[in-house]
């Protein structure tokens, strides 16, 4: 009997159960079905809409057209067809629609739905900027400043620049500010650039912001001050400009404006690094290297070098050099050591000429060549690298590589003599002057 209950009891659970889903399925078909009676009234009245703005716009309705426009190129409601926005905004634009004829130049501008043509671009811009259009007078300046669909001509970029930025756009602003920095198309004035650079600062541009930095950062126009170049720097650092985390943290390395804080140099430093700025990452190798503000890392020091130098920046290239000449963090290697400083000395760093040169003079990592190692002093030397002058004066001292000349010879170690940034070779070439005199320049 309790059995029979049971299972009474059961069943009529489970007959409600069934009610139940039966009730949800009918509320999510009836829901479903309200859902699409209003998405079909909707379309629906986008289609009419679409329609009525079609029967205006070919009425010659300019603002009909100009939206119209605007709906093929964003592609809403239909394919988008720049092409299709290029026909109605030029049936607007003949009729002095501003933003049609501002948008067609952005077409002709960027290619699209069209040929790119600069000209096309600065003839629509123009009827656009004549209304007073302020991002038509600001393309403008840019073709103007870059020579694009008309001859450069920085004095009409800084024309159109100025008609914009006194409407306080701040690009324009930017871009005035650095052609009064420049001196181009207007005489070179660090007071004006200061003046436009604060306007579009004031608005947030990160990049104004960091040339106000540079501008107290070296009192051009201005009195020095490491303190507002720090202001300003961190303005622009915070909204992400690698130059200025870079800046900041040379500010921070060397205490200018600031104490003097080798992990606030590190993190400024590794900031703008990985954002591949070049003189970052050779900085946060330098320290690495050093152990300044981080612990002293070899790898760590290598890897950025190594990426600086792969942008090619010169001093990291010649401090890789370093580090497989001297099997620093690496396993020594002269002939890795060798193309590192070919590559430095390829642009003219005298360090990696001189390096370049003891290599040959010693022959480690290649034949030993007295040539070779001469033409690299002779680059490094005539840079007013001591070492190299003095190494340059043995060799024709000793006849190695070139024919004995004690006169050169002479000439070069006085040359290093006469040097006081190098003491170890001004020491050693003055006592070696001093042997040619006692010799009567004859020595052996």
């Not at 003949?94 to 002709?108: M, P």
Request: glycine share 10%.
């Amino acid at each position: 009997m309790h059995k029979t209950l049971c299972l009474a009891l059961l069943l009529a659970a489970s007959a409600a159960h069934a009610l139940a889903a039966d009730d949800a399925t009918s509320k999510q078909t009836a829901d479903f079905r309200q859902w699409q009676k209003r998405a079909d009234a909707e379309q629906a009245a986008a289609d009419s809409a679409l329609a009525d703005l079609q029967q205006r716009a070919a009425a010659g309705d300019a603002t009909a057209q100009f939206e119209l426009g605007f709906i093929y190129a964003e592609g809403r409601g239909v394919a988008q067809d720049y092409a299709q926005a290029r026909v109605w905004w030029e049936k607007a634009a003949t009729q002095g629609h501003v933003d049609a004829q501002y948008n067609l130049g952005v077409l002709y501008d960027n290619g699209w739905g069209v040929a790119q043509d600069y000209g096309q671009a600065r003839a629509w811009y123009e009827k656009a900027a004549a209304q007073g259009y302020v991002k038509a007078q600001f393309n403008l300046g840019t073709l103007y400043d870059s020579g694009q669909g008309v001859a450069q001509d920085y004095t009409h970029a800084a024309a159109w620049y100025e008609k914009a930025a006194a409407q306080g756009h701040a690009e324009a602003q930017y871009n005035l500010g650095n052609l009064y920095g420049k001196g181009r198309g207007v005489a070179q004035d660090y007071g004006q650039a200061r003046a436009w650079w604060e306007k579009a600062a004031a608005q947030g541009d990160a990049d104004a912001q960091h040339n106000l930095g540079i501008l107290y950062d070296n009192g051009w126009g201005i009195a020095q001050d490491y303190g507002q170049a720090r202001a300003w720097y961190e303005k622009s650092a915070a909204q992400g400009n690698a130059i200025a985390q870079y800046n900041l943290g040379d500010l921070y390395y060397k205490g200018l404006g600031v104490p003097q804080d080798y992990a606030k140099a590190r993190e400024w430093t590794e900031k703008s690094a990985i954002q591949g700025h070049a003189a970052a990452q050779f900085n946060l190798g330098f320290l690495y290297e050093n152990g300044q503000g981080i612990t002293q890392d070899y790898a760590q020091a290598r890897a950025w070098y190594k990426k600086a130098a792969a942008q090619g920046d010169a001093d990291a290239q010649y401090n890789l050099g370093v580090f497989y000449e001297e099997g620093k963090g690496v396993t020594q290697d002269y002939d890795q050591a060798r193309a590192w400083y070919e590559k430095a000395a390829a642009q003219g760093h005298a360090r990696a000429q001189y390096n370049l040169g003891v290599l040959y003079n010693k022959g480690r990592g290649v034949v030993q060549d007295y040539a070779q190692a001469r033409t690299w002093y002779e680059k490094a030397a005539v840079q007013g690298h001591a070492k190299a002058q003095f190494n340059l004066g043995a060799l024709y001292e000793n006849g190695q590589g070139i024919t004995r000349d004690y006169d050169k010879a002479r000439a070069w170690y006085e040359k290093v003599a006469a040097q006081t940034d190098d003491q170890e070779a001004q020491q050693a070439a003055q006592q070696v002057l001093q042997d040619l005199d006692k010799t009567g320049n004859n020595k052996p």
